[in-house]
């Protein structure tokens, strides 16, 4: 068990909806990132959070946002979804942002499934 | 060209075997080298850090950097039934830390019984 704790994990919906997912990072960690997942692209950085603060962005669609929140729990919201959309969501957690040893810790990831 | 280059697989050994895992990067400012391994149905989770070029070792694995082919190694000895997983590559600039990660697709290794 990493500590890190990912709502909801399976999740299916339409083309042109919207979905929140949710995610509790390790007891102390401050930095919260957001990786998607799937066959052809393998693991794709999306957004890093640090106390709250936006840090980095990867390759975010602009349909896709995200928040920290001040207890430190992150939220991503995805919009207007295709079928593209479909993949494994996983949210990291980090006990330092900018040194240490590069390791993340990965909840288990949300499924979201687009039909 | 991706940045990190990584065999998809599946690569199936027989218990026992020594596995050799690789990948490739075309960025030279990479410092920091890491391994993650990933069960099904899991998030990766961190199995070796090595910082610029040299060998690592932890009981049967060992990481391997060289830089100067912008190649890096993970060994497995004595594999396990338990092994199998994929391994996923991962790199980042000099200052470390998590920041950054580039991933590379990940290995899916089936070790058999």
């Known amino acids: 068990d990493s500590g890190v704790t990912q709502t909801p994990k399976h999740l299916i919906t339409a083309t042109g909806q919207r979905v929140t997912l949710r995610c509790s990072p390790r007891?102390?960690?401050?930095?919260v990132y957001w990786y998607q997942q799937s066959l052809d692209q393998g693991l794709q950085f999306l957004i890093q959070?640090?106390?709250?603060?936006?840090?980095a962005k990867g390759n975010i669609l602009e349909r896709f946002s995200a928040q920290q929140f001040p207890d430190l729990h992150s939220e991503l919201n995805l919009s207007s979804l295709e079928l593209g959309d479909s993949a494994l969501y996983f949210c990291?957690?980090?006990?330092?942002?900018?040194?240490?040893?590069?390791?993340?810790?990965f909840g288990e990831g949300s499924r979201l499934t687009v039909l | 060209q991706k940045e990190v280059e990584q065999d998809p697989g599946p690569l199936s050994v027989p218990e026992g075997a020594i596995v050799s895992l690789n990948c490739t990067y075309s960025?030279?400012?990479?410092?920091?080298f890491m391994w993650y391994r990933q069960y099904s149905r899991k998030g990766p989770e961190l199995l070796m850090y090595?910082?610029?070029?040299g060998n690592k070792e932890d009981g049967r694995f060992t990481a391997q950097v060289d830089k100067s082919s912008k190649y890096i190694s993970l060994f497995i000895r004595d594999s396990q039934p338990s092994d199998s997983a994929t391994y996923l590559c991962?790199?980042?600039?000099?200052?470390?830390?998590?920041?950054?990660?580039?991933f590379g697709k990940g290995t899916h290794l089936i070790i058999q019984p």
């Open positions: 959070y640090y106390n709250g603060e936006e840090r």
């Open positions: 007891s102390g960690d401050l930095s």
């Open positions: 991962a790199m980042t600039y000099s200052g470390g830390g998590a920041d950054g990660l580039t």
């Open positions: 090595t910082y610029s070029s």
């Open positions: 990291a957690s980090s006990s330092t942002s900018a040194r240490g040893t590069g390791e993340l810790f």
């Open positions: 960025n030279s400012a990479f410092q920091y």
